[in-house]
T-cell receptor
Framework: KAGVTQTPRYLIKTRGQQVTLSCSPI?????VSWYQQTPGQGLQFLFE???????NKGNFPGRFSGRQFSNSRSEMNVSTLELGDSALYLC??????????????FGPGTRLLVL | GESVGLHLPTLSVQEGDNSIINCAYS??????FIWYKQESGKGPQFIID?????DKRQGQRVTVLLNKTVKHLSLQIAATQPGDSAVYFC???????????FGTGTQLKVEL
């Protein structure tokens, strides 16, 4: 079974632009969560989608948004990019709504550099 | 995914020795804990988990200990191998859902 895939793997943008990142979960998984990883803040939860509904949201500004499609693929969008948005963006998928029921599997991430 | 990087605590061990990686968690309401391993260029990989009603759980070469009194979690790796070199994160979860709160991470370096 293929793992979680994220596209693109690397991205360079300039301040003020917007970006869309894509995540394809493992086949059959309906939960997709997004995390931001930076040297200063570590791994921080952005949001989670299950069956196209946002179930949980982290403490990020409204510039960060996401959605999930009927095939469980998910996208996250960051508008009006700032230098501090440079990070590794990770998505994780699961077959369950609960992390203590089923393991979450992470993709390799998208490395975003904002200049 | 590249490691968190510059300010990670580092643990250096000799190949074959046992490693102990520690983590202090923040939320006394957390009831589920996971250890992840992150190698360079990859996303975090599940190692082992433990529920709050347990204080010890063993896997293959790994053991997790939970001390709820002091909100402390540890990961023990037996007979550490070069392939164990990575960044290790603890993560906590409470009240179900898939939201995880991650610790800062520890860089494990295995010396031959």
């Amino acid at each position: 079974k293929a793992g979680v895939t994220q596209t693109p793997r690397y991205l360079i943008k300039t301040r003020g632009q917007q970006v869309t990142l894509s995540c394809s979960p493992i086949s059959g998984h309906r939960s997709v969560s997004w995390y931001q990883q930076t040297p200063g803040q570590g791994l921080q939860f952005l949001f989670e989608y299950f069956s196209e509904t946002q179930r949980n949201k982290g403490n990020f500004p409204g510039r960060f948004s996401g959605r999930q499609f009927s095939n469980s693929r998910s996208e996250m969008n960051v508008s009006t990019l700032e230098l501090g948005d440079s990070a590794l963006y990770l998505c994780a998928s699961s077959s369950s709504r609960r992390s203590d029921e089923e393991t979450q599997y992470f993709g390799p991430g998208t490395r975003l550099l904002v200049l | 995914g590249e490691s968190v990087g510059l300010h990670l605590p580092t643990l250096s061990v000799q190949e074959g020795d046992n490693s102990i990686i520690n983590c202090a968690y923040s939320n006394s309401a957390s009831d589920y804990f996971i250890w992840y391993k992150q190698e360079s260029g990859k996303g975090p990989q599940f190692i082992i988990d433990i529920r709050s009603n347990m204080d010890k759980r063993q896997g293959q070469r790994v053991t997790v200990l939970l001390n709820k009194t002091v909100k402390h979690l540890s990961l023990q790796i037996a007979a550490t191998q070069p392939g164990d070199s990575a960044v290790y994160f603890c993560a906590e979860n409470n009240m179900g859902g898939n939201k995880l709160t991650f610790g800062t991470g520890t860089q494990l370096k295995v010396e031959l």
